[in-house]
């Protein structure tokens, strides 16, 4: 089993950065995609960034390109969010994932998730 951990949520003004981190425990011994995926009240949990297995490539949804940026640590179980110029619809929990599939940027797809955190940008 895998356990992710999310830390780094909070209340900013639109405008300001926050930096999201997520780190693996447990079976961390093969490689994951890990992603960053949102969910706004009353809507579905979407993806926001995906670092592949290698941590080589990242993508981004089109709403955070040039924004965020996807990160991931020297051993490959942890994974950040670092989040510029933060918007009021940005405002969302942010969920850590890992997934055993090298590619993969749809929700289903991710088999580990993390509790959560609160992002919440005021404008």
């Known amino acids: 089993q895998v356990q992710l951990v999310e830390s780094g949520g909070g209340l900013v003004q639109a405008g300001g950065s926050l930096k999201l981190s997520c780190a693996a425990s447990g079976r961390t011994s093969n490689d994951f995609t890990m992603a960053w995926f949102r969910q706004a009240p009353g809507k579905e949990r979407d993806v926001v960034a995906v670092?592949?297995?290698?941590?080589?490539?990242?993508t981004y949804a089109d709403s955070v390109k040039g924004r965020f940026t996807i990160s991931r640590g020297d051993a490959k179980n942890t994974v950040d969010l670092q989040m510029t110029d933060l918007k009021p619809e940005d405002t969302a929990v942010y969920y850590c994932a890992a997934s055993l599939l090298r590619v993969a940027h749809h929700r289903e797809q991710y088999a580990h998730w993390g509790q959560g955190t609160q992002v919440t940008v005021s404008s």
């Open positions: 670092s592949s297995w290698s941590g080589r490539t990242a």
